[in-house]
């Protein structure tokens, strides 16, 4: 089974999480960078230039590494990457969730990861690790890329359910950081970024848009208040 297709399946069968649209060659992977644990697999693994990798992406800001089990035919490797906005310094001291293999099967493959990793890794480990990189209270970060494409960064898993579910953003393994897909238009990504930043500033979020012309800040809007109860004495 090729290693898209395993994804895809494993995939259907882990509610929350998506595959990615591609497979990627491990060989100088710069994602690789990321993996939190990497379990049974050898560092030299990284070095096969005919090994491919596929990405299952969570909405709390979550990835795992996926990838055929070097001289195991049969088996695939699981790896729990850091989550989303966090560096291998926010999460020293933390217990990592272990990298496990798994067979070939989709059906038991995910009944094992149920089991042995994703219990531990969405509750224990990763909610620790999100907080200790926040930039701020309830603070979201808007960069912008070569091309003009905003980059995304924030320390709340509120924030990444907003833009992963309901903004249409992906999250980037090699960096960390939520993105728009290169195949919008300008005009396209302009008005969904438009629309999933009031989405957070509804939701109290502070906005910073940092742009050539230096910081913007976005506060949340005032709540509403009843022109009766505000004039009554």
């Keep these: 089974m090729h290693i898209t297709e395993f994804a895809h399946a494993l995939a ?3 509610p929350g999480w998506q595959p990615s649209r591609t497979a990627v060659a491990i060989a100088d992977d710069p994602a690789s960078n990321r ?7 050898p560092y030299a693994a990284f070095q096969t230039g005919d090994v491919q990798r596929s990405v299952l992406t969570h909405h709390w800001g979550l990835q795992l590494y996926v990838m055929p089990r070097p001289h195991r035919p049969g088996e695939y490797l699981v790896l729990p990457m850091l989550p989303a906005n966090t560096s291998h310094q926010h999460v020293h001291g933390l217990r990592a969730p ?3 293999a798994v067979p070939a099967d989709p059906v038991r493959a995910a009944a094992l990861l149920q089991r042995r990793l994703l219990e531990d890794y969405r509750f224990e480990s990763s909610p620790t690790a999100i907080r200790r ?10 960069t912008f890329d070569a091309q003009r494409r905003p980059r995304i960064r924030t320390g709340y898993i509120g924030a990444f359910i907003e833009l992963l579910t309901h903004g249409g953003f992906l999250l980037d393994p090699a960096t960390g ?7 919008l238009t300008p ?9 999933s930043l009031q989405r957070l500033r509804h939701r109290d979020f502070h906005i910073t848009v940092h742009s050539t012309d230096g910081p913007r800040s976005h506060h949340p809007p005032l709540p509403r208040v009843n022109p009766r ?3 009554r004495r």
Excluded: M, N
């Excluded at 993996?35 to 697999?41: A, E, H, V, Y």
């Excluded at 950081?177 to 195949?183: A, K, M, Q, R, Y």
């Design 98 to 100: 272990r990298g496990i």
């Design 229 to 231: 109860k505000a004039h």
């Design 177 to 183: 950081e939520c993105h728009l897909p290169d195949t």
């Design 133 to 142: 990189s926040s930039p701020g209270h309830f603070q979201v970060h808007v």
């Design 12 to 14: 259907d069968r882990l």
């Design 187 to 195: 005009e396209q990504t302009k008005r969904q970024l438009i629309r």
């Design 35 to 41: 993996i939190w644990d990497s379990g049974p697999l």
